[in-house]
């Protein structure tokens, strides 16, 4: 009889915690687990062709709903717009929950899949026969509304059979935040599929004409949303202004998207960068662009486990990444496989580029001869199999 599990997540668009549910639901095996995937709004698409076939997926609120609220609260200001906007928003739960209970009924596991966002659904039924997983992808206090949720996560995450940590001063994290949490802990990391990310770093299909002179520049990338209050692109662009005083022949390379690209792009006017600077957008394969990079920089203030450092790792690539909690300096152990700088230390962070841009680096080819084994922790077939016992144990 094979096990009934549900994955309870936002979407498939764009995003490290899409990519790892995407390929979790490709490799489980499906001969011992029956899995369903409830996805949040139908408009977080994009990778839906990856779904595998033989998973039953669902959107929990459909395109017509989210549209119908976009249209009211667009017109808000309108005392009769606003009005139906917040019947919207309450429609929208409404149908969301009753979605839910009805897809989930025959489940025996259901996983909150995206660090607590969902916990409320997921313990919607006090039944005994459930069981509940609550997978976290970031540093629990850097969590959306942290602060304000405390007790609330404190409370739904205590009703939970299993907490996933994907690193290990991620669970040192919430131990110490929730220490009776400790016994239900388990540190799972990001499953990664090797070969495919070898082979599409050689996949050229997605880029257009008047790109490809970009790759063959000499560039240093950064990818990542473009969101200024978790990554900090504010040390990494006065960082570049450093190097760019000293190596007027590399560009730096911004791929994604997010709300504070104007923001981003009016600190690249502050520092006259716009030459050599450049916000390139979303790149659905984004592995040629990083392949082709000379290293890629990460610069941020915290994060859950860094999916595109690792990514970096597979293609051979040096790294410079923020000291920050959590993962960076467990990915790359300690500096063993990549330079850590001190969160906001932009001058240290210059040097570290200028230092490994060099031909003829010590720390470059030290990083280089450990890359190897700095990705087997991550492989795929490992990962997997450490799911599966979790949910073959509950």
Not at 169 to 196: A, C
């Amino acid at each position: 009889m094979k096990k009934k599990i549900l994955f309870y997540t936002s979407g498939v668009g764009l995003g490290g915690v899409e990519k790892v549910v995407l390929e979790v639901l490709k490799e489980i095996d499906k001969s011992k687990f029956d899995i369903k995937l409830a996805l949040q709004y139908e408009n977080e698409n994009l990778f839906e062709n990856e779904i595998s076939e033989e998973v039953n997926y669902k959107y929990m609120l459909p395109q017509k709903i989210i549209d119908k609220s976009l249209y009211y609260r667009e017109r808000k200001k309108n005392i009769f717009y606003k009005m139906l906007y917040s019947f919207m928003l309450s429609y929208e739960k409404y149908t969301i929950k009753k979605n839910y209970l009805e897809f989930s009924k025959d489940r025996e596991i259901v996983i909150d899949f995206k660090s607590g966002d969902f916990l409320k659904l997921i313990n919607l039924e006090n039944r005994v026969d459930k069981k509940r997983i609550c997978w976290l992808h970031g540093e629990i206090t850097k969590l959306n509304k942290y602060e304000k949720r405390k007790k609330f996560l404190r409370e739904n995450l205590n009703k939970c059979d299993k907490v996933v940590c994907i690193c290990e001063d991620m669970k040192n994290g919430v131990t110490k935040e929730i220490p009776e949490l400790k016994e239900k802990l388990e540190v799972i990391y990001n499953p990664f599929d090797i070969e495919k990310i070898k082979i599409k770093s050689s996949d050229y299909s997605e880029i257009k004409d008047n790109e490809k002179n970009l790759l063959e520049d000499n560039y240093i990338i950064m990818v990542s949303r473009l969101d200024n209050v978790q990554k900090d692109f504010d040390t990494l662009i006065k960082a570049f202004k450093i190097v760019n005083q000293k190596r007027k022949n590399i560009k730096l390379y911004l791929l994604g998207e997010g709300p504070d690209r104007e923001k981003i792009e009016n600190m690249i006017k502050d520092e006259d960068l716009q030459e050599y600077i450049k916000l390139l957008g979303v790149k659905k394969n984004p592995y040629p662009w990083i392949k082709n990079s000379k290293l890629l920089v990460h610069s941020s203030r915290y994060e859950g486990l860094p999916t595109v450092l690792i990514e970096a790792l597979i293609l051979n690539k040096i790294i410079i990444s923020s000291d920050c909690p959590t993962g960076p300096r467990e990915i790359l152990d300690n500096g063993k496989y990549g330079s850590l700088v001190e969160v906001g230390d932009y001058d240290s962070m210059a040097q570290e580029i200028l230092e490994l841009l060099q031909e003829n680096s010590k720390k470059k080819e030290k990083y280089l001869s450990n890359i190897d084994k700095s990705i087997e922790r991550f492989d795929k077939k490992n990962i997997i199999k450490q799911i599966e016992r979790v949910l073959d144990s509950l």
